[in-house]
Each structure stands twice: as structure tokens, then as C-alpha cells.
């Protein structure tokens, strides 16, 4: 009965319902405790995903470029109050450099983040911009800078900026609030969304799944913003506690819980460009293949110089920021392979993209 009634309800969705916060909440209750429900749901997101990309995984090469933060979010490792972290800028021969090196493996997007840092005013991030711009004129540029005016925001764009990642982190209310101290709320951050995307950004919204205070309630509530937003691309993982910060003592998300949440992605916004997320490589050494097969269909190599990586610490336990860090193209590449996926070095734009 469960059973049937679960998949009648996937199946509309998939067939182009709206579901409502309640179905939503009852369907990842339901899968989050029932191993065969939740691999025929991501069966079922994969296949979806085939349908729109093919067996297709687009590469983006991550810049962390300055891990310096003015905001103080609770869960982040690298939020202002964090007095252990080594903080870090790179120049911008070393972003450049770091861009060369990703041109090189073949990456044709390159995804610049950093804490909300005050050190790059819109002047100078323009700077950058048009540098990577002029150089690489087929490449896409990828901004993940936190939240801005819409005229800076419009000027990013204008000096060649094409997407820009932003997780709303919770579209409840109360829930953000448990997340972020009382200067943010979700009110400028959905408008700063609302912005990037009116503009003419592709444009990335997401969620952590399991830091304190979540309920599938809340969840589902991510579900529906999606749904009304409609991102580009969505990020999802799993939250892992971050050493010296208010949650450095909870529990983690679970991988269980975020395949879930990656599948009613997919199945929600099937066009969407998903990242298989290092958080979720990070509680689980096979999570990036199991994101793939949940209905992810995006991986971002860090490019970051190997010296830099383990200070942008958003939470402990974080991959690739050792030794073998250089060899992510190749050990990415065989994970990728391993589940049956193929390599796309493509610049990979949204389905509805047109340039
Ligand atoms: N665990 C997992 N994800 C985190 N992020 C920040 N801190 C953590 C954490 N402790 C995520 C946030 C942010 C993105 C860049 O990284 O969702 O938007
Ligand atoms: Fe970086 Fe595997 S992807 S070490």
C-alpha cells in the first residue's frame, strides 16, 4: 500500500505535478527509512537525467580564492568569528594561473568562489572578471560571492560573468534563522536570486540536508522554493560540522538522506545541472558515484593551488585538500567511468540556455 501509493506519487510528479508540502514531506519520510523505495526513487531520477543530459557529467574547475568572510553563518567553517582559521587571498596571477591550469585538463567553466570578503570591491572583481574573460573567451564563468546589490550583480554580468551560485540554505524562515545570525535573512537572499536570475545569470540555488534543526518539513519547503525559483543548477549536500564553530558538536547529515533529496530534485526541476558535491564525497568515499546515480550530473575539481586547499575548511574531513590532490583529474575521471557515466568537458550550459 505504502509502496504503491509512493510511486503513484513519483510518478505524477514526474509526470509534471505539483505536489504539495505535505506529499512532499510524506515522500521523504518514507524513502529516508526504506532502502527499496529510495533506490527505485533514484532509479528513477537517473533515468530522468538520462533522458534530458544523456549519461553525460560536466566538469567545473572550483577556484577557492579568498576564504576571508565578513558573515558569521553558525554551520561554516570559515565564517568571521573563526579566529583559527589561516586566512588566505590569492593573487590574481594565481587565479589566472589556476585557470590556465583547468584550460589545460580541458575544463571549459571555471567556478570563482570565496567568503563574503570586502578586500574584492566590484571594481576589482571586475578586474578579474575581464581578465578571465579576455583570455578565455569560450570558457563560462561561474561567480560564487555571496549575496550583492543588483547593480553589482548586473555590472558582473556585463563584464562576462555567465552563472552564479548562491544556496538559499533553507526557504523556511524560522529554519534560516537557526542557521544564520539575525544581519542575514532569506528575505535579500531570495531577492538577490530573484535578481541574478532576471539579469540573465544562470543561476544556482541549493540546501545543505541534516544541520541542526531540519525537519523534512523544511525540506519539503526547499522543494516547493525550487520549484517557484526554477535554478539552473541546484547544490546539495549532506552538512558535516566544522571545527571551533557553534555546531562543531552536531551530528552530520546522512547520505541516505541526501540521495533523497538529490532525487526529488531531479524529479522536480528535471532540466536542472545538479553537482554530485565534495560534501558528499566527504561522508562517504563512494558519495560522488551515488550522487551520480541519484541524479546528479555535474562534478566541480578544485583547482584551488594545493597550498591554499585545506585552509577553504567549510567543514572538517573535506577531500582532496591532501597529497593526492593533484590527481583529482584522474581519480575524478575513474569514478566518474567506474558507474557508467561519461566525461563531458563541455561547457555544459543549461538545457534552455541559448547563447
Ligand atoms: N557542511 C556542509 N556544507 C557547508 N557549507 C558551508 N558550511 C558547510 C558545512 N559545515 C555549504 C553551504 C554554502 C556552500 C558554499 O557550502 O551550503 O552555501
Ligand atoms: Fe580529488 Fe579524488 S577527486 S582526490
Known sequence: MINESFKSHILALQAGALLDAETYTWLI???????????????QASALRDQVYGRRVFFRGLIEFSNFCANDCYYCGIRAGNTAVNRYRLSDGDILASCQTGYELGYRTFVLQSGEDPFYTDDKMIEIITAIRTTYPDCAITLSLGEKDKASYQRFFDAGANRYLLRHESATPEHYAML????????NRKRCLYDLKE?????GAGFMVGPPGQTSTHLANDLIFLRELQPHMVGIGPFMPASNTPFAHEKPGTVEDTLVMVAL???TLPQALIPATTALGSLDHKGREKGLKA?????????????????YSLY??????GDEAAECRVCIENRIRSVGFDIDLSRGDHATYNP
Open 29 to 43: 519520510d518514507t524513502a529516508r527509512v526504506d532502502s527499496d523505495l529510495r533506490d527505485w526513487l533514484c532509479d
Open 180 to 187: 544564520h545570525p539575525a544581519e542575514l535573512d532569506l528575505i
Open 199 to 203: 539579469i540573465g545569470f544562470q543561476t
Open 265 to 267: 530534485t531531479r524529479l
Open 295 to 311: 541524479g546528479a550530473n555535474v562534478v566541480m575539481p578544485n583547482l584551488t593551488p594545493t597550498t591554499n586547499r585545506k585552509d
Open 316 to 321: 572538517d574531513g573535506k577531500i582532496c585538500t
